[in-house]
């Protein structure tokens, strides 16, 4: 691949932003992958934004930012474990913010929006080492409480206890050390506010960047897939831990970003992963940034 397709550069004021790939994982559609509506239906989604019947593919683009004379990473994707679980299609968050011209050890902040696997597996290589060894870990506080909780994690449902053995897996003490919890409504760093976005899981966050006169939404997962989740707001994807409260969530960013006209950065959208949200009745669609490849 070229350099833009693996990375794209623009700017909020002085900040600058990289979308950097992390890469895509392709599987066969579950039958519950959308689990309050058909698979009939989800595959006339796929179909009507001209994506190929009983198929999914999911996209993971995590961020870099300079931002206050210092380079801050959001999110890291799947790490070295993608390249397994994916065959070579995910995980290449590092080797891509190498070729953006971004080393990995220069990195002075990592932030997290949430702790699902996608989003923190990129933090340590395959011997659990830390990928950014100089820089500060931001977590959100209720997502550390509900995750690093035993008897969260003793109870949890079967198929979430995976889940839970690979957050304390990844943060293990090397990493407990430079953790830093932040809340709702923080500065996290400067120019970059923390949003409460919750159901997708219990601590989920976005972000505001803000950069003089201009602000760009990180949305992190408040929507995943967009020619199901952005086109039918109502739907509720099987990973989202409060169904109900994020579609609340959903309803309210999308609504928000559509009456501020807000340029929004999604981490599950195709890359570049940005654009702009317009309301349709009582859906929404993507509309896609200057230049940029329509993204539904």
């Given at each position: 691949?070229?350099?833009?397709?693996?990375?794209?550069?623009?700017?909020?004021?002085?900040?600058?932003?990289?979308?950097?790939?992390?890469?895509?994982?392709?599987?066969?559609?579950?039958?519950?992958?959308?689990?309050?509506?058909?698979?009939?239906?989800?595959?006339?989604?796929?179909?009507?934004?001209?994506?190929?019947?009983?198929?999914?593919?999911?996209?993971?683009?995590?961020?870099?930012?300079?931002?206050?004379?210092?380079?801050?990473?959001?999110?890291?994707?799947?790490?070295?474990?993608g390249k397994?679980?994916?065959?070579?299609?995910?995980?290449h968050?590092?080797?891509?913010?190498?070729?953006?011209?971004?080393?990995?050890?220069?990195?002075?902040?990592?932030?997290?929006?949430?702790?699902?696997?996608d989003?923190?597996?990129?933090?340590?290589?395959?011997?659990?080492?830390?990928?950014?060894?100089n820089?500060?870990?931001?977590?959100?506080?209720?997502?550390?409480?509900?995750?690093?909780?035993?008897?969260?994690?003793?109870?949890?449902?079967?198929?979430?206890r995976?889940?839970?053995?690979?957050?304390?897996?990844?943060?293990?003490?090397?990493?407990?050390?430079k953790?830093?919890?932040?809340?709702?409504?923080?500065?996290?760093?400067?120019g970059?506010?923390?949003?409460?976005?919750?159901?997708?899981?219990?601590?989920?966050?976005?972000?505001?960047?803000?950069?003089?006169?201009?602000?760009?939404?990180?949305?992190?997962?408040?929507?995943?897939?967009?020619?199901?989740?952005?086109?039918?707001?109502?739907?509720?994807?099987?990973?989202?831990?409060?169904?109900?409260?994020?579609?609340?969530?959903?309803?309210?960013?999308?609504?928000?970003?559509?009456?501020?006209?807000?340029?929004?950065?999604?981490?599950?959208?195709?890359f570049?992963?940005?654009?702009?949200?317009?309301?349709?009745?009582?859906?929404?669609?993507?509309?896609?940034?200057?230049?940029?490849?329509?993204?539904?």
């Amino acid at each position: 691949m070229s350099n833009s397709e693996v990375f794209h550069r623009y700017h909020v004021g002085d900040v600058e932003v990289t979308v950097v790939r992390d890469g895509h994982r392709t599987f066969p559609l579950p039958d519950h992958f959308v689990v309050n509506a058909t698979k009939d239906d989800v595959n006339a989604a796929l179909e009507s934004a001209s994506l190929l019947r009983d198929e999914m593919t999911i996209h993971f683009n995590p961020l870099a930012l300079k931002i206050g004379g210092k380079t801050v990473v959001v999110d890291t994707g799947l790490g070295e474990a993608g390249k397994a679980m994916t065959n070579g299609t995910a995980g290449h968050f590092t080797d891509n913010l190498k070729a953006s011209g971004i080393d990995p050890k220069q990195v002075d902040a990592v932030v997290i929006s949430h702790f699902h696997f996608d989003h923190i597996a990129g933090l340590a290589d395959a011997q659990n080492r830390s990928v950014f060894p100089n820089a500060e870990i931001f977590v959100p506080a209720t997502e550390w409480s509900f995750w690093m909780d035993q008897s969260e994690r003793s109870n949890a449902p079967e198929g979430r206890r995976d889940a839970f053995d690979a957050v304390w897996r990844i943060f293990d003490d090397m990493l407990k050390r430079k953790v830093t919890q932040y809340n709702w409504g923080d500065e996290v760093l400067p120019g970059l506010l923390a949003a409460e976005t919750a159901g997708h899981t219990p601590g989920h966050t976005s972000f505001m960047l803000t950069s003089g006169a201009d602000r760009l939404f990180i949305q992190s997962d408040v929507t995943n897939h967009p020619a199901l989740f952005v086109r039918n707001p109502t739907w509720h994807a099987a990973f989202d831990m409060d169904a109900e409260r994020a579609e609340r969530t959903r309803r309210r960013v999308y609504d928000m970003l559509v009456s501020e006209k807000l340029k929004v950065q999604a981490f599950h959208y195709p890359f570049p992963s940005s654009g702009y949200i317009e309301k349709d009745g009582d859906r929404y669609h993507v509309l896609p940034g200057p230049g940029l490849k329509p993204i539904w």
